[in-house]
């Protein structure tokens, strides 16, 4: 079972730069999001979507885009990378209010802007 | 927003049971009440599940008193592989669902 798949694992940016973090998963779920953990700190939602064609901004969206064009992709692009978004970036699934909305994540992206 | 409000830290000795409170004052009849375990470098995980009263897994149970207004998460003689973040959410709409906060880092001491 692949459930939720998050790629690159590891990642060096310097700063001003893009990239896209990439996640899918495989479990139909509706609803998809992504959170950064700083070290110690707990999770903050960046975005979130509800469903295809669905995205709306979480607790620290600023810097970050996604887009929803499919159910099981949900890709978060850094648009120009800063220091302050070393972080840990987790994508997560679930089925929204199926379920008591039981949250699948995946194994996380370590990124550092330097 | 069915916000949640748990302690920031637990220290227990191995062996121990433990007792994690949640506080929960706005949530929904029908909302059910979920706790994750989160470890050091991995993303949280499901540990377990409910809507009322006690509900009990291999890992832990979970109480919800009949005003629903908190629930308790028990860990039965914690071990030193328990030490970890745990997270209280409380299911709501939309986002309301996905916030998480600062959880609760429980230290279990040999």
């Known amino acids: 079972n692949a459930g939720v798949t998050q790629t690159p694992k590891f990642q060096v940016l310097k700063t001003g730069q893009s990239m896209t973090l990439q996640c899918a998963q495989d479990?139909?779920?509706?609803?998809m999001s992504w959170y950064r953990q700083d070290p110690g700190m707990g999770l903050r939602l960046i975005h979130y979507s509800v469903g295809a064609g669905i995205t709306d901004q979480g607790e620290v969206p600023n810097g970050y885009n996604v887009s929803r064009s499919t159910t099981e992709d949900f890709p978060l692009r850094l648009l120009s990378a800063a220091p302050s978004q070393t972080s840990v970036y987790f994508c997560?699934?679930?089925?929204?209010?199926?379920?008591?909305?039981?949250?699948?994540f995946g194994e996380g992206s370590w990124l550092t802007v330097v | 927003l069915a916000k949640t409000t748990q302690p920031i830290s637990m220290d227990s000795y191995e062996g121990q049971e433990v007792n994690i409170t949640c506080s929960h004052n706005n949530i929904a009849t029908n909302d059910y009440i979920t706790w994750y375990q989160q470890f050091p470098s991995q993303g949280p995980r499901f540990i377990i599940q409910?809507?009322?009263t006690k509900v009990t897994n291999e890992v832990a149970s979970l109480f919800i008193p009949a005003d629903r207004k908190s629930s308790t998460l028990s860990l039965p003689r914690v071990s030193l592989s328990d030490t970890a973040v745990y997270y209280c959410l409380a299911e709501g709409t939309g986002a309301n669902n996905l916030f998480f906060g600062t959880g609760t880092r429980l230290t279990v001491i040999p």
């Open positions: 997560a699934s679930s089925r929204g209010q199926v379920d008591g909305n039981t949250i699948y």
């Open positions: 409910g809507y009322k």
């Open positions: 479990m139909n779920h509706e609803y």
